[in-house]
């Protein structure tokens, strides 16, 4: 089953919306991301997409997440794509749009790599 953008907009914000009060959803996000998006929006993410939910943890003022690193050289192309947050080809949402939306709210910068889509 595929997510269009706005799907994913969506569902992310009821999941944060959700794990925020819910502790049992919480614990649900963190050992099995898969079912408990699907829980919280009634619709599957796709079984080979890879979730990694990280909590914040208080002790730290931020969270920093590594960005993949590179093996190879890039292309110009490549470059800009990089430059300009749109990396993460083929998962439906990019990093950029993502740790937007936890940074503009506030939350923990790894609460947005702990997001999830399918393919568009």
């Known amino acids: 089953m595929n997510w269009t953008q706005e799907e994913i907009e969506k569902a992310f914000k009821e999941v944060k919306k959700k794990s925020l009060t819910d502790q049992a959803f919480r614990a649900l996000l ?46 110009d192309e490549a470059l800009e794509k990089v430059a300009g947050g749109t990396s993460c080809v083929g998962i439906g949402i990019s990093a950029a749009e993502a740790c937007a939306g936890a940074i503009g709210d506030g939350t923990c910068g790894a609460r947005a790599c702990a997001g999830f889509a399918g393919t568009r």
């Open 30 to 75: 963190i050992s099995n991301p898969h079912k408990a998006i699907e829980q919280a929006t009634g619709k599957a993410v796709p079984s080979a997409f890879k979730i990694k939910v990280v909590e914040c943890d208080p002790a730290y003022q931020m969270t920093f997440v590594l960005p993949e690193m590179i093996t190879e050289e890039l292309s």
